[in-house]
């Protein structure tokens, strides 16, 4: 699996995860010092941690369509750079509105990550190990979002919140340097052992045009698909953006105490993410049925995260709302890279990146969604409790979605020219 200049790849990308949910994570754990240093509202900062996804939703599909058109080497690369600039220059921020158009821009810079790594994995693994591939390339965003806690927690008490994203800077721009000179979009030669893919996947002869775009695009699968992205994504930006804040003001923890106890979930799901895989290529090797083995995984995982969720919001001690959250995102992130295996496993290797990229923004509008929605609630109820039951609720409605309406695509050329041929 790591042969051929492979595991330089997997190392590379796990790494890119790590700086990405640094990055990420590192706003919401500065967020009480910088609600308190710009004087913001529960609904302002709602708005603040929904405007990174306004740029970031846009530029999943973008950056999905440039990796399939130009290799996902350069996008990510320049991804990486553009990001981690815009990350040290929320260090310059000095109001709202500054801060908003900042996080625009980051998110921008972030959106071609999941569909570039997704591209990146397809190009280099064959089927029998792309589920295992993309858990550990992917699983760095956990172990990201763990480490931010205390480190942006320790530097933002110590030397101030903004010498916190001077660093990711740094970080991020040498990141850099090793992937554009380690790596190449794809290996030189490329195993042919994936007859079982183009089996199941129906694909047109070698050298023939590619299904339209547009018709994945409107594809049932593809769509329900992202309902279930949706859902999920909206549990982890619920959990990314307002929990250190719902820690603090709902639980009475002090920043340090704060750091220390999201790093828990983010550990657990570190852990759900890397078995993930493991556990979808198992079944897979059992089954030779690529879309049960995701979809099981899928529904029952993202079901379990929804009662998790669910009950988190209701509990009265601190101890089960973060024993009960690190269940949700265990869960959660078991379900991780179901959604781009089974847009890998239906949709034919020249679109993977483009269609996987439009999945990502559609699932993606929770994170413009989410957090408003959430600051909305807490400013009008008061507290938290109907925010962790709304999520909850998404989750149900994702896993039923699965359940029913996911299906293999059967490529839209060979669908013709069967019915060509019975004709």
């Known amino acids: ?33 910088i609600q308190k240093n710009f004087q913001l509202n529960a609904a302002q900062m709602g708005l603040l941690f929904s405007s990174f996804f306004i740029g970031y939703a846009l530029f999943n599909f973008i950056g999905g369509f440039l990796s399939d058109k130009f290799g996902p080497k350069k996008v990510l690369g320049y991804s990486m750079t553009f990001w981690s600039l815009f990350a040290g220059l ?13 996080r625009v821009l980051f998110g921008m810079g972030e959106g071609p990550l999941s569909s570039s790594q997704s591209k990146m994995v397809n190009n280099w693994f064959p089927k029998k190990y792309r589920a295992r591939a993309l858990s550990i390339s992917m699983a760095g965003t956990s172990l990201g979002g763990a480490i931010s806690g205390p480190i942006v927690g320790i530097i933002a008490l110590t030397w101030g919140w903004k010498v916190s994203f001077v660093l990711i800077t740094i970080i991020g721009l040498i990141w850099t340097a090793f992937w554009l000179k380690c790596v190449k979009d794809a290996p030189k030669d490329v195993e042919d052992d994936e007859a079982d893919d183009e089996k199941e996947l129906q694909h047109a002869p070698a050298g023939k045009t590619k299904t339209p775009l547009s018709y994945y695009l409107k594809h049932p699968t593809v769509l329900f698909t992202s309902v279930a992205f949706f859902a999920y994504n909206y549990i982890l930006f619920f959990f990314l953006t307002w929990f250190p804040s719902y820690l603090i003001q709902a639980r009475g923890l002090d920043i340090k105490e704060m750091s220390f106890a999201t790093m828990i979930p983010w550990t657990v799901g570190f852990f759900g993410f890397a078995l993930g895989g493991f556990i979808i290529d198992f079944l897979y090797k059992k089954t030779r049925n690529a879309m049960f083995s ?116 059967k490529n839209k050329k060979v669908k013709l020219a069967t019915e060509r041929t019975i004709a």
């Open 90 to 102: 929320t260090a310059a921020t000095f109001n709202f509105v500054s801060l908003f158009i900042a």
């Open 1 to 33: 699996m790591l042969s051929k200049g492979r595991g330089i790849v997997l190392v590379l990308l796990f790494l890119a995860g790590v700086i990405n949910y640094l990055d990420r994570s590192a706003f919401s754990v500065a967020a009480p010092f």
């Open 294 to 409: 995701r979809k099981v995984v899928l529904v029952t995982c993202l079901l379990g995260a929804a009662v998790s969720i669910g009950l988190a919001g209701l509990v009265n001690t601190t101890a089960a709302a973060v024993s009960l959250m690190a269940a949700a995102v265990f869960f959660l992130y078991l379900t991780a890279i179901t959604y781009w295996a089974i847009i890998q496993d239906t949709v034919e290797k020249e679109r993977v990146g483009s269609v996987g990229g439009f999945m990502h923004f559609l699932a993606n509008t929770s994170g413009i969604i989410g957090p408003t929605a959430t600051g909305m609630l807490v400013q009008t109820t008061g507290h938290f409790t109907s925010a962790f039951i709304l999520a909850g609720g998404l989750a149900v409605i994702g896993a039923l979605c699965v359940a029913f309406f996911v299906k293999p695509i």
